[in-house]
């Protein structure tokens, strides 16, 4: 599969399945951060999965801009999975999908969230 390298840090790469490749072509493990993220140590910094492999494939992500995952399965890095937003929509839709939850399973309402 096809890698791309990222352009800040030097020699770490992903392919768009969003594995990371460590300076050695290893795959990296990473580890799980507390809100749920697959994140990575690269030359001593910490960065979370999702942003790096966006950043590798689709270059820097734009001040004021966060990246989504589209099926809200954070451990799920896939380019496809992953699009650029505002940060209002994402807590926006957040909210949504616990609003959508809280209104099936108090009224059994059912609403495609």
Not at 17 to 36: D, E
Not at 52 to 80: S, T
Not at 91 to 104: F, N, P, Q, W
Request: proline fraction near 3%.
């Amino acid at each position: 599969m096809e890698r791309f390298k990222h352009p800040t840090f030097i020699g770490y790469s992903c392919d768009k399945a969003g594995n990371v490749y460590g300076k050695k072509g290893q795959l990296m493990k990473g580890c799980l951060s507390t809100v749920g993220y697959r994140q990575y140590e690269f030359s001593g910094r910490t960065e979370t999965g999702h942003r790096f492999v966006w950043e590798c494939i689709k270059g820097v992500i734009p001040e004021g801009l966060v990246i989504n995952h589209i099926d809200a399965n954070k451990l799920n890095n896939r380019i496809e999975n992953l699009e650029v937003v505002a940060t209002k929509p994402v807590t926006t839709y957040t909210e949504g999908r616990a609003l959508c939850r809280i209104l099936h399973f108090f009224l059994k309402v059912f609403i495609y969230c």
